[in-house]
């Protein structure tokens, strides 16, 4: 029986296109995650990549920590077996850090994002997830002349039931004739 992946920006790319809080999101983009299209690197992404590298090779706090950690783990809900599946920037001492370049930034962007969940769920070791979050990043600006906006979560304050999560997606997909789509291209080689 074939197994499926679930991935943070897969489930985050869903509530977007969903969410009355962002008019609906757009659909269109969501079915691009969906098939898995290969994204155009727009500036910001680019920026993002940069920012992260600069953090890796300049932030104290998470030099020398292991580094884009690959990992995953089936999860048993009412709908099937499915695969959680992340890239966690950074593991370092019971903590994950993530990255995050934002254009605009407002306390509280990550507090129900499904990333926070998923990496929790995936390394059992961790305490906490942080976001190290930048608005300002340009290539030669030293640290301390960043703007580095922190978000922590612990296990306690992550209040998001992933097996009902990945449920509510599940029937969405079929109600909405893209659960093909989810099987076609999201099968498990784990």
Not at 52 to 61: A, G, L, S, V
Not at 157 to 165: A, S
């Amino acid at each position: 029986m074939s197994k499926y992946l679930i991935t943070p920006s897969l489930l985050n790319s869903w509530r977007y296109a969903i969410s009355p809080e962002n008019d609906y999101g757009n659909l269109e983009d969501f079915k691009k995650v969906l098939s898995r299209e290969p994204m155009e690197e727009t500036e910001a992404i680019r920026i993002g990549f940069e920012y992260e590298d600069f953090m890796i090779k300049n932030y104290e706090q998470t030099k020398n920590g292991c580094y884009q950690v690959k990992l995953s783990k089936d999860i048993v809900t009412k709908t099937g077996v499915y695969v959680l599946y992340g890239r966690l920037d950074c593991l370092k001492a019971g903590k994950i850090y993530d990255y995050k370049y934002t254009g605009s930034y407002d306390v509280g962007k990550f507090f129900n994002n499904y990333q926070t969940a998923i990496y929790l769920d995936l390394a059992p070791e961790a305490f906490e997830m942080e976001y190290l979050i930048c608005n300002n990043y340009k290539a030669g600006k030293k640290i301390e002349e960043l703007n580095i906006y922190h978000e922590t979560y612990t296990r306690k304050e992550v209040n998001i039931d992933l097996g009902y999560e990945i449920d509510c997606f599940i029937y969405w997909l079929k109600a909405n004739n893209l659960y093909s789509i989810f099987c076609d291209k999201w099968e498990s080689k784990f």
